[in-house]
């Protein structure tokens, strides 16, 4: 549900399971996902058309490179076990304090759409040879 979906309220039953509100679910993976939710962005710079500077909205290139790394990490490194309730990550938050990886960070056998990106891009000499390099530096 976290990975391919943008939001959707959830509580948790007495096995501390998660349970879906269906009524309140956002399907598939749109802007809010990344950038945080927009409405009072967007009803700011309506009101305030002259004003140029970004207001009410994450902006991805203020944040550190763990900061970068975490948000795509949510989704592309491998099964992570919550530590958290599911949905209450958001981008700029330090991953590993809302879920835990599943298995070793440079695990190659389970590389597929599900695997984990994000530790084969840390485990790689370019990733360690660079203080900038990113996700969005190659995608
Ligand atoms: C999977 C995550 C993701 C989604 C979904 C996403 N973005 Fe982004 N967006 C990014 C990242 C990462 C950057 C920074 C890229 C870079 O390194 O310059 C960015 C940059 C931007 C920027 C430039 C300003 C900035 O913060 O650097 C705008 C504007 C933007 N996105 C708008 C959108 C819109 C509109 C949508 C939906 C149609 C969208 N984004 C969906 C991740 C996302
Ligand atoms: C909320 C979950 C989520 C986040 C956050 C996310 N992704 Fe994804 N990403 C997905 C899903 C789900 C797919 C698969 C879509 C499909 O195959 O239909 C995908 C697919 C991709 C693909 C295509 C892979 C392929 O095999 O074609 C790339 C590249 C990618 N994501 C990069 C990124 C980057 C870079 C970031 C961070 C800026 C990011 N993603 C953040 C969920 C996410």
Known sequence: MECHGTYAKVEEDENNEPVY?????I????CERCHGPAADHVAFHKE?????????????KQLTRQQ??????LCHSGFRQAI?????FTIGDSLDAYSMAG???DSISTLD??????GLLMSSKCFKMSNQLDCSSLH
């Open 48 to 60: 305030h058309p002259e004003e140029k500077n970004p207001k009410n909205i994450i902006i991805i």
């Open 27 to 30: 399907f598939g993976i749109d």
């Open 113 to 118: 759409v599900h695997g984990n990106q994000y």
């Open 21 to 25: 509100d269906k009524t309140q679910i």
């Open 68 to 73: 970068r790394l975490d948000g795509c990490a």
């Open 103 to 105: 298995y070793s960070s």
């Open 84 to 88: 958290q309730q599911r949905f209450s």
